[in-house]
């Protein structure tokens, strides 16, 4: 799957968690990775560099316009297109489990704009690169969660909902452009920040393991194939679908 050409590829909030595993997985068979998250992008390709491998850091807030085509500049000069845009960025394991009722508009505009308004700026400023080419991956990493109708974090399963439904009607926009839109849903995933924050203490064994065909803790790393393979040649007449890469927790 890797034998083919280095690509370009953009990993948003790619800094650290799955994001990282993204980066660093890709870099090593190949590809020249652009970090874009709001903080520890200077870390973060310094780490991927130190290992002999190609990166550069773009520090991009994902709901700003201006961030994002800053970024999108940056990779262009760099390496002289986009081949990949992963839409990783998402807020997620700093928010608080919550009954629905107790979600301000604040909060819930917050998530919105993150996991939504960002990957459609995102989408925004990389397609006009992407037609240039005249090809094109780009890859929303969504959640289980709206398929599974998980409670407590209405905000999020919403947004994560939103995400696979953006994934369908871009993808059927720009087939004709030869571009591919696909969602990765993970399920409940080890991420450094999930370990942080302490998010799997409070998750009920169900969530973490039971309800898995393969009953153990989901990693970063199990997420690396899919995208691997999301983003290969090979799926190339893949578009608008979504892979649930959960242990067997949902079937789709
Ligand atoms: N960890 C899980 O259980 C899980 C499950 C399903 C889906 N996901 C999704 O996977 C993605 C990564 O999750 P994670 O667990 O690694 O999260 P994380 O919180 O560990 O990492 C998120 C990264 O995004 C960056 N980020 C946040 N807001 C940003 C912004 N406005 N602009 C740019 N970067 C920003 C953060 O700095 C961080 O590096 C998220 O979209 C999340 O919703 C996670």
Same mark, same amino acid.
């Given at each position: 799957?890797?034998?083919?050409?280095?690509?370009?590829?953009?990993?948003?909030?790619?800094?650290?968690?799955?994001?990282?595993?993204?980066?660093?997985?890709?870099?090593?068979?190949?590809?020249?990775?652009?970090?874009?998250?709001?903080?520890?992008?200077?870390?973060?390709?310094?780490?991927?560099?130190?290992?002999?491998?190609?990166?550069?850091?773009?520090? !991009?807030?994902?709901?700003?316009?201006?961030?994002?085509?800053?970024?999108?500049?940056?990779?262009?000069?760099?390496?002289?297109?986009?081949?990949?845009?992963?839409?990783?960025?998402?807020?997620?394991?700093?928010?608080?489990?919550?009954?629905?009722?107790?979600?301000?508009?604040?909060?819930?505009?917050?998530?919105?704009?993150?996991?939504?308004?960002?990957?459609?700026?995102?989408?925004?400023?990389?397609?006009?690169?992407?037609?240039?080419?005249?090809?094109?991956?780009?890859?929303?990493?969504?959640?289980?969660?709206?398929?599974?109708?998980?409670?407590?974090?209405?905000?999020?399963?919403?947004?994560?909902?939103?995400?696979?439904?953006?994934?369908?009607?871009?993808?059927?926009?720009?087939?004709?452009?030869?571009?591919?839109?696909?969602?990765?849903?993970?399920?409940?995933?080890?991420?450094?920040?999930?370990?942080?924050?302490?998010?799997?203490?409070?998750?009920?064994?169900?969530?973490?393991? !039971?309800?898995?065909?393969?009953?153990?803790?989901?990693?970063?790393?199990?997420?690396?194939?899919?995208?691997?393979?999301?983003?290969?040649?090979?799926?190339?007449?893949?578009?608008?679908?979504?892979?649930?890469?959960?242990?067997?927790?949902?079937?789709?």
């Amino acid at each position: 799957m890797m034998s083919e050409q280095s690509k370009v590829v953009v990993v948003t909030g790619g800094a650290s968690g799955i994001g990282y595993a993204f980066v660093e997985y890709l870099a090593r068979a190949g590809h020249r990775m652009v970090i874009a998250d709001l903080r520890g992008t200077e870390e973060a390709t310094a780490r991927i560099r130190n290992q002999g491998l190609a990166a550069i850091g773009v520090t !991009t807030d994902v709901v700003k316009r201006d961030d994002v085509e800053k970024m999108v500049e940056a990779a262009s000069k760099e390496y002289g297109g986009i081949d990949v845009l992963v839409n990783n960025a998402g807020l997620f394991t700093t928010l608080s489990l919550k009954p629905f009722d107790r979600i301000t508009e604040q909060e819930w505009m917050r998530v919105m704009e993150v996991n939504t308004l960002g990957p459609f700026l995102c989408a925004k400023a990389v397609v006009p690169v992407m037609r240039k080419k005249g090809s094109g991956r780009i890859i929303n990493i969504a959640s289980t969660t709206p398929i599974k109708g998980t409670p407590m974090m209405l905000h999020y399963v919403a947004s994560k909902g939103a995400v696979i439904a953006f994934t369908r009607s871009l993808a059927k926009e720009l087939g004709n452009d030869n571009i591919t839109v696909n969602a990765i849903a993970p399920g409940f995933t080890l991420s450094e920040g999930v370990l942080q924050s302490g998010l799997h203490e409070k998750m009920p064994d169900t969530a973490r393991k !039971t309800s898995r065909t393969i009953q153990r803790d989901q990693v970063p790393e199990d997420l690396v194939g899919a995208l691997a393979f999301l983003a290969s040649d090979e799926a190339g007449f893949i578009t608008g679908q979504t892979l649930a890469v959960d242990g067997g927790s949902v079937f789709l």
